[in-house]
């Protein structure tokens, strides 16, 4: 920023240069053309009816109904990043900030905007990504911790080497070719398996990587070595 000093300024004014100025502009004088247009529709009508009570169209609504889609377009269309990136690093760095409420943060960006125009847009925007922020952290925090694969795969490889060993990997890839054939054995988490068979001794490293994760993969590995 050029001026330093005036950082809260530049950063709620940054929020002007949209890139859908004139697009909005445009799309302004077209739904107030097309609104003078059922006025004059609406206007004929009630001429020319026996009752003019009985004209009931209500020209208005369509009007605020599409002056509401191009203003929540152009608002899409703001150049909010910077402004944004910096309001999550003014919270990043500041403890207090971190361990607020959303409200409690809005209320802080609030106090550092000017009560102007700008002012409460910028506001506005900071709001809409802080919401955005907490739920996706709300959502990341819900999730599962990603099971360790490690053993898994461990076994697997040394099962698949057995099968090597005892010259059985053709068998191995006849189980294979059905299993897959079948599109019967999906898991809820990975999905079907693949069709994909154990190319030889160079292949094992691959091959367990892509496939431990089935578990009816693991089990026909397990099937084939208890043969051995």
Same mark, same amino acid.
């Given at each position: ?42 206007? &004929? ?10 004209? &009931? ?52 960006? =609030? ?20 919401? @955005? ?22 076994? &697997? ?26 599109? &019967?054995? @999906? ?26 994760? @089935? ?11 208890? =043969?051995?």
């Amino acid at each position: 920023m050029r001026n330093h000093d005036e950082k809260i300024k530049d950063m709620g004014r940054s929020v002007l240069p949209s890139k859908g100025r004139k697009g909005a502009r445009d799309d302004r004088r077209l739904i107030h053309k097309r609104q003078r247009t059922r006025e004059r529709v609406v206007m &004929t009508e009630y001429r020319g009816a026996a009752d003019p009570d009985s004209v &009931t169209a209500d020209p208005r609504g369509a009007v605020e109904r599409e002056i509401s889609a191009m203003v929540w377009h152009r608002r899409f269309l703001d150049k909010v990043g910077p402004l944004t990136r910096w309001a999550a690093a003014t919270i990043d760095a500041d403890p207090v900030l971190r361990t607020a409420s959303v409200d409690d943060q809005v209320a802080y960006f =609030t106090r550092l905007m000017p009560p102007t125009t700008i002012g409460r847009h910028a506001v506005s925007h900071i709001e809409s990504a802080l919401e @955005w922020r907490a739920r996706r952290a709300h959502f990341n925090a819900g999730r599962r911790t990603a099971p360790d694969y490690g053993p898994r795969i461990a076994e &697997t490889e040394r099962l698949v080497r057995q099968i090597l060993a005892a010259g059985l990997h053709g068998i191995l890839n006849s189980h294979l070719r059905r299993l897959a054939a079948s599109q &019967t054995a @999906w898991d809820r988490v990975t999905g079907p398996v693949p069709y994909r068979m154990l190319l030889g001794s160079h292949d094992v490293e691959a091959f367990v990587a892509d496939m431990a994760r @089935w578990p009816a993969v693991r089990e026909v590995i397990a099937a084939v070595a208890a =043969t051995a």
